[in-house]
């Protein structure tokens, strides 16, 4: 992988891991336009690392946030912040069972699958179509919803359903605020990124032989900053509404993944 590739991919991680348009299913297009269909699986490190990096994008853009939640789990109170981390351990659950049990049948799912992926693309944008036409309500989340929208994320593990589109969509259309619901839904992805990140390093799957760490930083740099500006707008664009012209994109995208797919 060359310096630019890993910028190019680096900034693809990094805003469509926070815009609505399914990050996975970029990194599979980009791939492809980029004379492979295996760019983001050839290096475990450059998966980490560029996870890493939007993991700790959302920890800067929350850490106010963060900071009280951790405040209220230290000090043992059942407070809003307490109530808040406990749904996003619910939240977890459906991700966490997927990953856990049907590991192997996800990995098929990606590695080229361009019809798959422009398919799932057009399922984020009615979701969002819908999610853009509902009103805002004022309500937090509750216990009930937050494992709804955990299934939500659940199903966004698969290529070409945004995670953010689809837990963001999810908790608007079941009458939670729009503010409240993207900042759900960028800090319940918080553990379960770490945690993966966690698992592949106690794991001894990662590899530092022949790697380019000069490559690697530049992916880092690129996913952190890009992820930095994505998450910062994305939770303006929800608050206003905004959300039409990412269901309009990733219905071209998607039709165009489609016919490229169909046509090679």
Avoid at 23 to 45: D, K, Q, R, Y
Avoid at 178 to 197: C, D, Q, T, Y
């Amino acid at each position: 992988m060359t310096t630019f590739e890993a910028i190019i991919l680096g900034i693809v991680q990094g805003l469509t891991e926070f815009l609505p348009v399914s990050s996975s299913g970029h990194l599979e297009i980009a791939a492809v336009l980029l004379g492979s269909t295996s760019l983001p699986e050839e290096s475990l490190l450059f998966t980490v690392v560029v996870h890493f990096a939007t993991a700790l994008s959302t920890i800067v853009v929350f850490r106010k946030d963060i900071g009280r939640i951790l405040q209220g789990l230290l000090r043992f109170q059942w407070n809003e912040e307490t109530q808040f981390s406990l749904k996003i351990i619910l939240s977890m659950i459906p991700a966490v069972i997927i990953g856990l049990f049907f590991e192997q049948e996800l990995e098929q799912l990606f590695g080229g699958k361009i019809v798959l992926v422009g398919s799932m693309l057009l399922v984020t944008a009615m979701l969002l179509f819908l999610a853009d036409k509902a009103k805002s309500t004022g309500k937090p989340v509750s216990t009930g919803q937050a494992v709804i929208v955990g299934l939500a994320q659940a199903v966004a593990m698969l290529p070409g359903i945004s995670r953010s589109g689809a837990t963001i969509s999810t908790s608007v259309l079941l009458g939670i605020d729009k503010e409240k619901a993207a900042r759900f839904s960028f800090l319940m992805v918080l553990p379960l990124i770490i945690g993966k990140i966690g698992k592949d390093i106690l794991d001894g799957a990662l590899t530092y032989e022949n790697e380019n760490f000069g490559v690697m930083a530049a992916a880092f740099a690129a996913a952190f900053l890009a992820g930095l500006f994505a998450c910062s707008w994305m939770i303006q664009l929800v608050k206003k509404s905004k959300l039409t012209i990412f269901a309009v994109y990733c219905v071209v995208v998607g039709l165009i993944a489609i016919l490229g797919g169909l046509m090679t």
